[in-house]
Every structure is written in structure tokens, then in C-alpha cells.
């Protein structure tokens, strides 16, 4: 974090002398992100001694360290690491198309239908990928749901889309109390650990990682009309970008990262509100850095909560939700207080 | 599906793994799967502290090397490795364990979970004891799959002949209207399915709640007062507690109050489809036997 914060404070002399300079910061989250994957793989409630470990990663491992290694720990680290990183994306993106510091992804009510796909999916019984593809399909549900109802026939303002977002929101809530109220009792854990968020139920890693990736290379182009999107719609308006469209393309992206997210890990919390706003306070307000340092960063953060929440107080497994916050709050407030 | 054609093929398998040397046991869980252990279980996990209680009345107590949280019975259980609660496994302690035989819970344990279990290769057992009868049944179904049949079924046929004992004593004694509370705050009881149900249909009883929807149904207290009870018996929250029962004092004008049939069975011998069902359903029989003797 302090090399990162020392280029930040370095930045605007470097940018003259090096046009890729800005984007050293990347490198420094990638590598913490880096790390933060191999700590997830090296350390679980077995523990698995560092010669052994390599002995796995070079595929001469005993049978039982493979298993851990290969189909219970990486596939989890990189489930986390994608999930995180979708959120802090959507998150980052969420707060630009509503111009409000508190948005976060679940504000427009994408991560309430999925969580009403999900647990109804529970409810019925079904398998573990028919409750995925329901959680999807309810996220991407409320999405057009809210898209087609902050349309309307009125003027289209982000006040609009925001209110219709939350009261989406507050309809799904109700919802999934319901569900949980008339729920038989025996699913309850399953439900409220799915609300809670939790890579448990995390299947496989590739689409949320495709995606990703997939993302950042997207937004990338589209970073220079962001910033000046952030700055309000007249000035973007004035400088020639297509306001309008480009607000859509930021609500459906934003949507599909979050859905995914979801649906891969239940609505895990905090990553997506504070992920940006902590880079932001480091290093700037950039889009075209912020938004792949989000996918670092947010990878990187889950990555490392969940590694500790499988630890903690293993054999117990904690939410990967306490972890993130307890480890995110400090950290965000020192960020804040030591700001200016 | 097709048993013209399973037969002979399972006839042919029969044989060809008769002339081999491993002695393969199979029996049907309470997912009517068929499990298959080519060698009795030595190493066993036991996922749900009832099954903890099950595998040790099945006489393979020292086979198990793996249970979760909250598995306090018998005494021995208490010191065996831990893999976590039954909501959630730990996956890699379990593994370590390098088990042979998962005793998983089928409407406990997260499916995700089982689910993984099986895609790695693990032999999973499922129960989902409901009534006195499937108890007994786990209970010999483990002990042939852990090689203890001599232990198991004993212990299986004095649990059923300590049923029918109290069933024969009972069964034409006048019913006694029964409210079973199974939690304080919200008020949960039991519906005509639940295990509970049957013992108190054992012990001559009345489930005033048989009709309900759901398993354990949430209900107000103006529905326990509209059934008017003529006994109320309540687990709690510990062994001792008898502080849910209390609470029902203030109504004079239900049967229950006046006749003062406010009854406390300790809840681990009755809310867990375990052998030691049949000491709660000795203990409720003695209360609705005390309720019969104050009309």
C-alpha cells in the first residue's frame, strides 16, 4: 500500500516523463494479487508443508494434497478472486452512473432477484447449477425490470433509475423474507449462508474470470468518457460524449458483473461499496486506472478474506462477508483519516 | 426400473464378485441409494451429531475418526476430530481424514457440499431417520456396513422391543391432548410427520398441531390457547430449564394451567431421531401418564 501510495503522490510529475508511469500502481496489485492467490493455496486447515506444496505444483504430490490443492483450495481462491473483482468493478462503475459515493452493486435490487432465484432454487431442491442459472436469471430479471421502469414514459434522470433501483430492491427484500419466514427449517442454514455470502457455493471459477478479464479490456477504451462522465452529464454532454448511451452501457455492465458475482458466491457484501472508494483515495479518481485496479484490488481483498475465513477458527468455517468487512473497515478509515 | 433385465445382469455381477476375495457390503440409505463398501468401514465421518449417535448405537464407535460440532453423545464422541458444523464442512479436514465411510445428513448438510463429496470420490451415507422404525433400521444398515452386525442388531432389537413395550402399554389408554413446544421465541411445535409426533401418539397422546402444513410450524400463543391442550410439554434450552413453561402458567383458563400438566422432557433425548428417543418416549409416557391421573 505505501508504494502504491507514494507513486500516487509522485504521479502528475511522472506522467510527463513516462506516458505508462501511471499504470506502475497496477503492477503493484497485481503482484498483491498474486500473492494473495498463492497464500489461499499454500494454507487451509490441513497444512501442508512448503516442499510438499511444490511438490503438488509441479504435479508429484501425494493424492491427498493434490485434492486440497487442485480441486477444493485454487478453484475456490480463484472463485474468490473473480467474484471480488467483479464486485469492486460494478461497484466503481455503480457510483460513476449514479453519481452517488453510496452506491454500491446491490443498490439497484440485481443482487435481491438474484437472491430470490437462488433461495427459490433452494426451496425446490434443485441442483447446484440449476441454482445458479435461477440466481442469473433473477438478477438479470430485476435489471430489465428496473431498466424498463426507470424508462418509463417521463424524462430519464440517475435520480430516476436510482429510486426505481431501491424500490426494486425493497420488494425483493420483502420477498426474501417471506421465503425465509415459510421456509422449511432445514434449508434455513443453506438460505441465510447463501444471503450471507459464501464462496462455498462457488462451482467453478471460469465465467467469472472470463468475464473479467473481458471487462477490464472493455472499459479500458471507454475510461476517457468516464471521467468526464464523472464530472456530470452537461460537462460530458459539452465535450462531446453520447451521455445517454453511455449510461446504459455503465447500468448493464455494471448489472452482468454483479450478477455474476452472485450468482458464483451469494450477495457478499462491503467489496463493492469500499473497494473503490479506497483506491480512489490512493490513487485518484482515473478511470481508465481505477476500474482494472478494482478488479485487482476487489480480487484480491476477497481472495485474502476468504483464505482467513477458512483459517480463523478452522475447523469452523466462518462468512466470508465478517472477514472482508473486519479486515476492509480499519483499512478504509485509515485511508480516509490520513487523506489530506 | 427394468428388473426383468437387472436381475440376471446383477445375478452375473453377483457371481463374478463372489469368486473375488473382498467380502463388497451393500445397503440402501434413507436417499434409497444404494452405498457399497468393498471392505467393512474403518475410517468414518459422521456429519450430524445424530449420526454420530447412530454409528456409536451401531456398535462402530471406534471407527469413527471424524464428527462435527455439538456431537456430545456418547462421552467418547466428544474427543474425536472435528470437521466443522454440520451447515458447513470444513472440506480439506474432512479429506485429511482419508475416510472410507461419510455418514451425511440428508436434509442437514448444505447439498453443495454432499454434492462435492461424491464428485471427489467419497462413499456418502445418507440418513433421515423419521420415525422409530428408520432408527432402528440406520442403526443395523451402519452396523452391516461397518462389519458390527452382532452389536448393531442387538441393539436395534432392544429399541424396537422397548417401542412396542410402551406401544402395547398405551395404545388403548384415553388420549390426552398434547401441545409439544419445540421453541420459546417465535412458538414452533410439530406437525403429524414429525418423529416427536410419533412419540407422542406412542404415549397415548394427542398432537393438537397433527393438521399443520409444515414440519415444525410457527404459531401464536391464541392458537395454543384455542386448542386448549390438557398437556403441554416443552424442551428448552438446556437440561434443566423449564423457563418456556413458565410462561404458560398465567393462563389459568387453559387445562394444561389448571390441571398443572406443564411438563419438561430434556430436549436431547427426544429432538434427536437417535436410540435415546426411546428414553424421552419413556419419560413423556410417564407425564401423560401423570396427566391422566389429575382429570
Known amino acids: 500500500m505505501t508504494g502504491a501510495e507514494t507513486l500516487a503522490q509522485k504521479r502528475p510529475v511522472s506522467v510527463a516523463v513516462s506516458p505508462w508511469r501511471p499504470f506502475l500502481p497496477l503492477v503493484w496489485l497485481a503482484l498483491f494479487g498474486v500473492l494473495a492467490l498463492l497464500l489461499a493455496v499454500a494454507v487451509g486447515s490441513v497444512a501442508i508443508p512448503p516442499a510438499e506444496l511444490w511438490a503438488v505444483i509441479t504435479g508429484e504430490g501425494s493424492s491427498l494434497h493434490n485434492t486440497l490443492v487442485w480441486e477444493l483450495r485454487a478453484p475456490r481462491a480463484l472463485a474468490g478472486f473473480a467474484t471480488g473483482g467483479l464486485l469492486a468493478m460494478a461497484g466503481a462503475l455503480m457510483q460513476i452512473l449514479l453519481r452517488n459515493p453510496l452506491a454500491d452493486p446491490y443498490v439497484l435490487g440485481v443482487s435481491g432477484g438474484a437472491a430470490v432465484g437462488a433461495l427459490a432454487a433452494m426451496l425446490a431442491g434443485t441442483g447446484a447449477f440449476l441454482l445458479s442459472g435461477s440466481a442469473f436469471a433473477g438478477a438479470l430479471l430485476s435489471t430489465f425490470l428496473v431498466f424498463g421502469l426507470a424508462h418509463g414514459t417521463g424524462s430519464w434522470t440517475p435520480a430516476r433509475l436510482l429510486l426505481t433501483g431501491v424500490v426494486v430492491a425493497s420488494g425483493w427484500g420483502a420477498v426474501i423474507t417471506l421465503m425465509l419466514a415459510v421456509g422449511p427449517k432445514d434449508k434455513l442454514p443453506g438460505m441465510l449462508y447463501w444471503l450471507m455470502g459464501d464462496l462455498t457455493y462457488a462451482q467453478t471459477p471460469w465465467p467469472a474470470l472470463v468475464l473479467l478479464v473481458l471487462v477490464c479490456l472493455l472499459v479500458i477504451p471507454l475510461g476517457r468518457s468516464l471521467n468526464v462522465l464523472a464530472r456530470g452529464p452537461l460537462q460530458a454532454a459539452a465535450l462531446g460524449v453520447a451521455v445517454r448511451p453511455l449510461e446504459w452501457t455503465i447500468y448493464i455492465l455494471a448489472s452482468l458483473l454483479t450478477a455474476l458475482a452472485v450468482t458464483t458466491a451469494g450477495s457478499i457484501g462491503f467489496v463493492g461499496l469500499v473497494v473503490p472508494h479506497m483506491l480512489r483515495l490512493v490513487l485518484g479518481n482515473d478511470q481508465r486506472l481505477i476500474l482494472p485496479a478494482c478488479a485487482l484490488g476487489g480480487g484480491a481483498l476477497l481472495t485474502l478474506a476468504d483464505t482467513l475465513a477458512r483459517i480463523v477458527i478452522a475447523p469452523e468455517q466462518l462468512p466470508v462477508g465478517v472477514i472482508t468487512a473486519l479486515l476492509g473497515v480499519p483499512t478504509f478509515l485509515v485511508l480516509l483519516y490520513r487523506s489530506r | ?295
Open chain 2, 1 to 295: 426400473m427394468i428388473p426383468t433385465l437387472r436381475a440376471p445382469i446383477s445375478a452375473v455381477l453377483l457371481a463374478a464378485f463372489s469368486l473375488s476375495a473382498t467380502a463388497e457390503v451393500c445397503v440402501t440409505d434413507d436417499r434409497d441409494r444404494e452405498v457399497c463398501l468393498d471392505q467393512s468401514a474403518e475410517r468414518i465421518v459422521a456429519l450430524s451429531p445424530g449420526a454420530t449417535e447412530l454409528i456409536w448405537a451401531a456398535g462402530a464407535g471406534d471407527a469413527v475418526v471424524g464428527v462435527v460440532s455439538y456431537s456430545d453423545y456418547p462421552e467418547e464422541a466428544k474427543s474425536v476430530t472435528s470437521v466443522g458444523s454440520h451447515t458447513r464442512v470444513d472440506m480439506e479436514k474432512l479429506l485429511s481424514l482419508k475416510p472410507d465411510l461419510v455418514i451425511a445428513w440428508a436434509t442437514g448438510n448444505p447439498k453443495e457440499q454432499t454434492d462435492r463429496l461424491q464428485e471427489l470420490g467419497q462413499t456418502l451415507y445418507f440418513t433421515e431417520p423419521r420415525d422409530f422404525d428408520t432408527i432402528a433400521s440406520n442403526i443395523e444398515r451402519l452396523a452391516t456396513l461397518a462389519g458390527t452386525e452382532k452389536a448393531g442388531n442387538e441393539r436395534a432389537q432392544t429399541f424396537r422391543a422397548g417401542v412396542d413395550e410402551l406401544r402395547e402399554r398405551y395404545s388403548d389408554a384415553p388420549p390426552v391432548p398434547v401441545f409439544y413446544q419445540v421453541w420459546d421465541e417465535p412458538l414452533m411445535t410439530i406437525n403429524g410427520e414429525h418423529f416427536i409426533h410419533e412419540v407422542v401418539e406412542l404415549c397415548g397422546g394427542e398432537n393438537v398441531f397433527a393438521d399443520l402444513d409444515r414440519l415444525v410450524p410457527r404459531i401464536d400463543r391464541e392458537s395454543v390457547l384455542a386448542a386448549d391442550p390438557e398437556a403441554i410439554i416443552a424442551g428448552g434450552m438446556g437440561e434443566e430449564n423449564r423457563d418456556w413453561l413458565t410462561a404458560w402458567e398465567e393462563y389459568e383458563s387453559l387445562t394444561a394451567t389448571s390441571r398443572d400438566n406443564l411438563f419438561f422432557v430434556p430436549p436431547s433425548t427426544i429432538q434427536r431421531p437417535t436410540p435415546r428417543l426411546l428414553e424421552g418416549g419413556k419419560t413423556m409416557c410417564k407425564k401423560l401418564e401423570q396427566a391422566r391421573d389429575r382429570r
